[in-house]
């Protein structure tokens, strides 16, 4: 099967007996053992049949082995950071979620370093990876400055450093980008993203070949309670089937956004993967079958009127979903980040995001020029 048809059929057996061709929706918490010939399902913490559903599908997309779903992205994101151990250290790229930068900040309490890199940039990667690293840390397309990270190159150091190499693949899914087939150890998803598409459920998922790896994870996420439950998998799947086709009109529409951006003379600069002008639009074109639909750019006036002239795209965080948004990272997402951080890393006070959905492209590209042009 190819990655379209698995999308719609991974997981999703006719249900013997009555032949449902959507699996039902298992809410029960525990499971009478004598109802089962062997025994295998205990409690829901444990196990649930709609979310080994969602998890086979979301294995069989990356052509690999396991795949850990969990209540949030950051809930995968603590169950990747588990395997680390007192002493050791983790390098990541600078420019990360606002969350998952958050949660690297608890790190030091358990004696965990953390070291920023721009690993996007060839020399900064390899003097990153100079010394021995537990774990390698990857946001690419990165967020909200769209950094493209040569994955296999990064992946190749890493492992000669003995690092798991963990890729936070939310902005590309795997439509566009498949990080364990360029080298990496871990994909990581909030698929309350692109995954679920809808902005309607919260979750995320570890994908990997590795066992040993996945064993940790799931143990992680059994002990901490980090599950979704039935309901959220099954929303989170039912997302997932038309995951190319929302992905593709997305794509197709936040280039013309883009285009359209760069006509603008309110705007000072357009950061978009497909465009030329992005540093690393070869690499991008290589390791991703699209440029994805997040488009950034700095507006040469106040982010907060912009933010209030649109009328279509949403002034809310999040992204991926089927509506779009806008918003302006050093107000929203990134608030959290120190603002030297913030401003170190590129992430200005000017600086605008933009989540293209699925709307009418020209009526998105109509929103935009009217709310640029407002007082004018
Ligand atoms: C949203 C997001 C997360 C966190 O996921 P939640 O589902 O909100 O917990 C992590 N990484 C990236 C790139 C994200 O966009």
Avoid at 212 to 234: I, K, M, N, Q, S
Avoid at 317 to 332: D, Q, T
Avoid at 350 to 369: K, M
Wanted: hydrophobic content about 40%; proline content about 6%; charged content about 20%.
């Amino acid at each position: 099967m190819r990655f379209d048809t698995r999308l719609v059929h991974s997981g999703q057996r006719p249900t013997p007996g009555t032949g449902d061709i959507v699996p039902p929706i298992h809410v029960t918490t525990t499971y009478d053992r004598f109802a089962q010939d062997p025994p295998r399902l205990f409690y829901t913490r444990g196990e649930n049949p709609t979310r080994a559903a969602l998890e086979e599908c979301l294995a069989a997309l990356e052509d690999a082995r396991f795949c850990a779903v969990f209540s949030s992205g950051q809930a995968a994101a603590a169950a990747a950071l588990s395997i680390l151990e007192p002493g050791q250290r983790l390098v990541s790229s600078a420019d990360v979620y606002g969350g998952t930068y958050a949660l690297f900040a608890t790190l030091s309490r358990y004696g965990i370093r953390v070291d920023y890199a721009d690993l996007a940039d060839p020399a900064q990667l390899r003097q990153a990876l100079a010394s021995d690293v537990a774990m390698v840390w990857v946001e690419t397309p990165s967020n909200p400055l769209l950094k493209i990270t040569d994955l296999a190159e990064v992946s190749r150091r890493g492992h000669a450093r003995g690092a798991v190499v963990v890729v936070d693949n939310t902005f590309a899914s795997p439509a566009l980008q498949r990080p364990l087939e360029l080298g990496a150890d871990v994909s990581l998803y909030s698929t309350t993203k692109f995954i679920a598409g809808h902005a309607d459920v919260l979750g995320g998922a570890l994908v990997c070949d590795d066992e040993a790896l996945h064993a940790r994870f799931v143990e992680h996420r059994t002990v901490t309670g980090a599950v979704p439950g039935g309901l959220d998998c099954y929303l989170v799947h039912r997302g997932l089937k038309t995951l190319s086709l929302r992905v593709a009109r997305q794509n197709a529409t936040a280039r013309s956004i883009a285009e359209a951006l760069c006509d603008s003379s309110a705007v000072l600069e357009v950061i978009h993967p497909g465009l030329p002008s992005h540093p690393r639009h070869t690499l991008a074109g290589q390791q991703m079958s699209g440029p994805g639909s997040i488009v950034s750019f700095r507006y040469r006036d106040d982010p907060e009127k912009l933010l209030a002239r649109t009328q279509l795209f949403a002034c809310a965080v999040s992204l991926g979903g089927v509506r779009s948004l806008i918003e302006c990272p050093a107000l929203m997402t990134h608030r959290p980040m120190p603002r030297a951080v913030r401003l170190a890393s590129g992430i200005t006070d000017d600086l605008i995001r933009l989540s293209v959905g699925i709307e009418d492209p020209a009526d998105l590209v109509a929103d935009l020029a009217n709310a640029l042009e407002g007082d004018r």
